[in-house]
Every structure is written in structure tokens, then in C-alpha cells.
């Protein structure tokens, strides 16, 4: 049996197709937009175009939009999809950390099930937005925000709000503090947050899934944070979406 995963996220949208054994057949990414019922629309045409029809397949729902995919024979929370995503990926005990666009989540596995969780929605400071907002700020990419910290100093963003951070931000600018510097501080700020929250649920080894788990940079610093290996695979950022496929799969429709 096949089922089909989709994560509808604040910034972006993912669907996975797999069978019960984990094995991909179909992946996306899109930006979620302004709509996540428009998102959950496309999905199901992007779906189509690959030859799955999600009207006619077990199709799980999960993220910040899943009340959005009318045609979802369940709902289930992000916590319970990346955690059966992450195992299905990494197969070994220890913490997930997946770092979104509205909110950071550490789940902690045992055995492939939820021990414990925590989690930071109410302030963007120390997510995938905040680094948006500073990455615009300097007027550059993600990516190239990562390049440029990577040769950076390091600079203290001490704010704890994302507006008052930006304020920060436009003052060391206004200063002629170096690109690279603030770009260190920018990101040191955000892995800081993240590894605060990590750590009430300790692990011996970590696993970053979410957007950021491609970010080389981000990973070896929060490693260095925590004072652990932090891992990170080639599906990583479809955590949620594969969870969310394997627990479809199991569906009786």
C-alpha cells in the first residue's frame, strides 16, 4: 500500500508518496503562499501530473495548514509525523530538531515514539522567519547569509525580538560593522535560541530535519552548541511529509 504525506508548513509545503516500508515514489516543495487551501490544490495537481490521485489514494494531512487539504482522509499533529519521518529516515533513538518558519520542535525518540517534546511557537526569534527577515535585512540569500557567517567574526545579536533584533541589525550596519560579522551574529542568535530549546530534551545525537537541515553551516554550529553530533539526510526537510505518508499508508480507505 502507498499513502500520500503532505506537510502544509507556514513558508513552504511538501508532499511525499511511500509505501509502508518508507520508500519514496514522489516528493515536492513548494511556498505555501497565502493560501493553504490554494497550496493543498496545487499538491493534488502536481500529484496528478506525477499519476498519483489523491482522491483516489490514503492521504494524511499534517503542519501549520492541514485543516486546509479537504481531500485528507486524517489529520495528524507535525509532532507525530516528524517523529515517525525521523525514524523512518535515521532508524536510531535520540532528538529531532526541526527548525520552521513559525516555530522550532525538539522530540525526543525512543524506540521510534515520542518520549518527550518541547516546543517554541510564540516568538519567531529562532526560526527559519527570523533569519528570512535578517537575510533581507542584509540583502542576501539564505544561503548566502550561511557563506558569509561562515567567514564572519563573531558579532552579539542580544535582542530577544525579531523586531528589536532587526533594529539591532540596521544599527550595526549603520556602523559599518562587516557583512560577515553580522551575518555570524544573525545566525550564532538563532542557533543559540534553538540549542536552549534542544536541550530540554537531551540526546546523545540529534537529527536536524525542516528547511534548515540543508544549511551545512547552521548544522556544524548547533553541533558545536550542544556539544553532539547533529544529522542530517538527503529527505531531511520531508520528515513531516514522509511521516505523514507512512502513517496514510496504514490507513483502511
Given at each position: 500500500m502507498i499513502g500520500i504525506g503532505i506537510d502544509i508548513g507556514s513558508t513552504a509545503t511538501k508532499a511525499v508518496v511511500a509505501n509502508d516500508a518508507g520508500d519514496i515514489a514522489e516528493k515536492l516543495?513548494?511556498?505555501?503562499?497565502?493560501?493553504?487551501?490554494?497550496?493543498?490544490?496545487?499538491?493534488?495537481?502536481?500529484?496528478?501530473?506525477?499519476g498519483y490521485n489523491a482522491n483516489e489514494l490514503p492521504v494524511v494531512a499534517t503542519g501549520y495548514g492541514r485543516i486546509a487539504v479537504p481531500y485528507a482522509n486524517k489529520v495528524v499533529t507535525e509532532i507525530?509525523?516528524?517523529?515517525?519521518?525521523?525514524?523512518a529516515l535515521f532508524a536510531e533513538d535520540g532528538t529531532v530538531v526541526d527548525v520552521g518558519g513559525q516555530d522550532t520542535k525538539a522530540i525526543g525518540l525512543a524506540?521510534?515514539?515520542?518520549?518527550?517534546?518541547?516546543?517554541?511557537?510564540?516568538?519567531?526569534?529562532?526560526?527559519?522567519?527570523f533569519l528570512e527577515i535578517m537575510a533581507d535585512?542584509?540583502?542576501?540569500?539564505?544561503?548566502e547569509l550561511a557563506r558569509l557567517a561562515a567567514a564572519g567574526q563573531p558579532t552579539v545579536i542580544s535582542n530577544m525580538c525579531t523586531v528589536f533584533a532587526e533594529s539591532e541589525v540596521i544599527s550595526l550596519v549603520g556602523k559599518g560593522e562587516p557583512r560577515e560579522n553580522i551575518a555570524r551574529g544573525v545566525i550564532d542568535s538563532v542557533v543559540s535560541r534553538v540549542a536552549t530549546l534542544v536541550g530540554q530534551v537531551p540526546a546523545s545525537r540529534y537529527f536536524l530535519?525542516?528547511?534548515l537541515c540543508e544549511n551545512d553551516y547552521v548544522r556544524t554550529r548547533l553541533s558545536e552548541e550542544l556539544s553532539a553530533p547533529v544529522d542530517s539526510?538527503?529527505?531531511?526537510?520531508?520528515?513531516?511529509?514522509?511521516?505523514?505518508?507512512?502513517?496514510?499508508?496504514?490507513?483502511?480507505?
Open positions: 516543495v513548494m511556498p505555501t503562499g497565502f493560501s493553504s487551501v490554494e497550496a493543498a490544490d496545487e499538491v493534488a495537481k502536481r500529484l496528478q501530473q506525477a507525530t509525523c516528524h517523529a515517525r519521518g525521523a525514524w524506540a521510534g515514539k515520542v518520549r518527550k517534546f518541547v516546543m517554541n511557537d510564540k516568538c519567531s526569534a529562532g526560526t527559519g522567519r535585512r542584509l540583502g542576501v540569500s539564505q544561503q530535519t525542516g528547511g539526510c538527503e529527505n531531511g526537510r520531508f520528515a513531516g511529509a514522509l511521516g505523514a505518508a507512512l502513517l496514510a499508508a496504514e490507513l483502511d480507505v
